[in-house]
């Protein structure tokens, strides 16, 4: 699913009182917040949905698979996504049921 099917999703399920530019503007609106939020550190909460967070990697020896040579990898921060278990609920039920 794209950002585009995203928006036209959304739009659909408000109904005809909002244009798809406007339900861009919202999609727009709500992913900056988010990685706004994320960039600052701070975590987000969906009841329902799930969490967005960021991590601390630590740093660590890895390979260059080409020369097989060690190389350092430094810490740094990733955001990570945990589903609520509401969602995982839902995904495993559609997967059991061939959707």
Do not use: W, Y
């Amino acid at each position: 699913m794209t950002k585009a099917d995203l928006v036209e999703q959304v739009a659909e399920a408000i109904g005809p009182g909002i244009t798809k530019k406007d339900c861009a503007l919202v999609v727009d609106g709500f992913l900056n917040a988010v990685k706004r939020a994320l960039a600052n550190g701070e975590h987000i909460e969906i009841r329902g949905f799930g969490t967005f967070k960021v991590r601390k990697r630590k740093s660590r020896m890895a390979r260059n698979p080409r020369t097989g040579d060690a190389v350092r990898v430094p810490s740094r921060s990733v955001p990570v996504f945990k589903p609520s278990k509401h969602l995982q609920a839902r995904v495993s039920r559609s997967h059991e049921s061939g959707d």
